[in-house]
Each structure stands twice: as structure tokens, then as C-alpha cells.
């Protein structure tokens, strides 16, 4: 994250992904999808379309989806969060194979049935699973 200071359209989509999260946290879910939407804009500015760091705003607006009952859109942004960063560390690396969300292990292994099975599933679960994606807070 120290090198965003020194990269002022880096840092503004840092910024605005965190305004998103504390407006979900709010529960103003429609203004956080729009600041989730506006910093995947500008990452996608400032570094192209398949640049690893685009993974946290596609992570953030998958939980935003999710809460707003957009499952599939959901899934949209999670397969593009993991392509991306199966393409910048590999398969195995664990930031890859960490799951945050309860659809990540699923889609992971190719198994787009079981990621759609747990976004069918009541939410928020009721395992260990958090809000709260540790991937958003660095790389």
C-alpha cells in the first residue's frame, strides 16, 4: 500500500474502494456499490484491465452485490478477482487460495455449480465466514 502514496490515482481508488466498504458498513448499499464501482474505474485507468490490484475492488463489489441480493453479479466479480490473481501468484499461492467469501473455494476448483449453490444459500452464513474480505486491506 506505500507505494499508492506515491501514485495519486492509486491512492484516490484506495480511498473511494474504503468509502464503499464504511458506506456498506452503513448499510447504504447502493453508495457503496457506486464508490466500489467508481475505484475498479479508476484502477482500470491508471493500471489496464488486468492488472492484480484490480482484485480488491472486484472483491468489494462482490460483497456489496451479495448484499444487495445480486448474486450473479456477484459471482461476475469474484471469477474476475480470481482470475486475476491466479494469473499475477498462481493456483497454490495463498492469497489465491484463501477464502474470505463462501464462494471462492468453490469457483477455485471449477466448481461454478457449488459457488452458485453457496450464493443460493441463506445469507449471511452462518460459519466463520466475515463481511469483511482480508484481501481488501493490502496486497
Same mark, same amino acid.
Request: net charge neutral; aromatic share 4%; with cysteine.
Given at each position: 500500500m506505500l507505494e499508492a502514496l506515491s501514485d495519486p490515482p492509486r491512492l484516490a481508488a484506495a480511498l473511494v474502494d474504503n468509502l464503499g466498504t464504511l458506506s456498506r458498513a452503513e448499510g447504504n448499499y447502493e453508495q457503496s456499490l457506486a464508490n466500489h464501482q467508481r475505484a475498479l474505474a479508476?484502477?482500470? !485507468? %491508471?493500471?489496464?484491465?488486468?492488472? /492484480? +490490484?484490480?482484485?480488491?475492488?472486484?472483491?468489494?463489489?462482490?460483497t456489496t452485490y451479495t %448484499?444487495? =441480493?445480486? !448474486?450473479?453479479?456477484?459471482?461476475?466479480?469474484?471469477?474476475? *478477482?480470481? !482470475?486475476?490473481?491466479?494469473?499475477?501468484?498462481?493456483?497454490?499461492?495463498?492469497? /489465491?487460495?484463501?477464502?474470505?467469501?463462501p464462494w471462492r473455494q468453490p469457483l477455485g476448483?471449477?466448481?461454478? +455449480? =457449488? *459457488?452458485? =449453490? %453457496?450464493?443460493?444459500?441463506?445469507w449471511p452464513p452462518t460459519s466463520g465466514c466475515s463481511a469483511q474480505s482480508p484481501t481488501l486491506a493490502r496486497r
Open positions: 479508476l484502477r482500470e !485507468k %491508471a493500471l489496464g484491465p488486468d492488472h /492484480v +490490484d484490480l482484485s480488491t475492488s472486484l472483491e468489494a463489489l462482490g %448484499a444487495l =441480493g445480486r !448474486k450473479e453479479e456477484a459471482l461476475a466479480c469474484s471469477e474476475r *478477482a480470481l !482470475k486475476l490473481l491466479e494469473a499475477a501468484y498462481g493456483r497454490d499461492h495463498p492469497r /489465491v487460495t484463501a477464502a474470505p467469501t476448483a471449477g466448481r461454478y +455449480d =457449488g *459457488a452458485l =449453490g %453457496a450464493f443460493r444459500a441463506p
